[in-house]
């Protein structure tokens, strides 16, 4: 009596994969009525049985409790010893040697969370995708971008000029090869002066030469928020003649993107060329002393509430109040706090 096995070999990572079936016959061709014997099999202990506990046997069929990975032996192989009963008292036990043949093993990654500043491009490198790959010397290929964005754009500059330019901007199931990615080209671009943590979110795939990962993974963006600098714009005002025009805050036409913040104070860069700006500190309408401004100087915005910040035109002058100025400097640098983000 003698088993034969249908197939002794396995292609890598087959799970529970029908390896073999059994034939038990006799070796004459007499003795009809025991070719009809209903044979059955079992794993049983003996040289060879090293594998059984990870095969199991259904019927006439030998499968694998689980992946058989050809990386996991260092010969490929497993082995397991079969023993097969006629029913009749017959019995008969032989070790076999199961062969796992190599298959490529699909990649695999990671979610990932990278942080930019606001208004600051983030660059990714090759590494913040963490491919992986059970197969010894195979490395990340390419990036699929399986979903972008929903805010802001990731690109890949092709020009590495950081703007994005006709046909630079990503879509869905895009392509971004290692060697772009290493070049400082894939890119992601914060709205202006947008920021949030975390700020938007985009899913890719990673490819090994022969095959992308089964799965997509999740690039998390957090956009850190820095202090904006606030902006004017410049203003003509009036007066009558021999009469102090008294000047108030939002007459600076302060501006700024940071939610809450406001004019802190107000730094004079350059005094007008006639009359005379000064902080009226006693509010007695009379420049005294120490009270002229000079290039430079800072009025809080603390004083321009409390009408201390006023300009005195000649006795007499007649004409528009921006003339007293000269032209570069009908225009005021205001500053605020920076606040402890």
Known sequence: MTVFLTQNSVVDRIHRLILMAFVCFFGFSAAPSVEADTHTY?????????????????????????????????DHQYYVRIQTDDGNGGTYSEAFVITVTDANDPPTASNNTVSTNEDTDKVFAASEFNFSDEDSGDTLS???????????TLYNDANTDGVVDGGEALSNDDVVTKAHIDANRLKFKPAANGNGSPYTTFDFKVHDGTEYSASSYTMTINVTSV??????ANNTL??????????AASEFNFSDVDTG???????ITAIP??????????????VDGGEALSNDDVVPVADINNN??????SLNRVGRFGEGFPPSSRRYI????????
């Open 261 to 267: 913040d406001t004019l802190a104070q107000v730094q």
């Open 42 to 74: 079992s794993l049983v202990s003996g040289a060879g049985d090293s594998d059984n506990s990870l095969f199991e046997i259904v019927g006439n069929q030998l499968k694998a409790k689980a992946s058989l990975n050809y990386e996991d032996r260092v």
């Open 227 to 232: 202090q904006d600098a606030p902006t004017a």
């Open 238 to 247: 009036s007066t009558n003649e021999d009469t102090d025009k008294t000047f």
């Open 273 to 286: 060329g006639t009359g005379t700006l000064f902080n009226d500190a006693n509010t007695d309408g009379v």
């Open 142 to 152: 390419q990036v699929q971008i399986t979903s972008i964005p929903s805010a802001g």
């Open 308 to 313: 201390q910040l006023k300009f005195g035109s």
């Open 334 to 341: 205001a500053y605020v706090p920076i606040p402890t983000r």
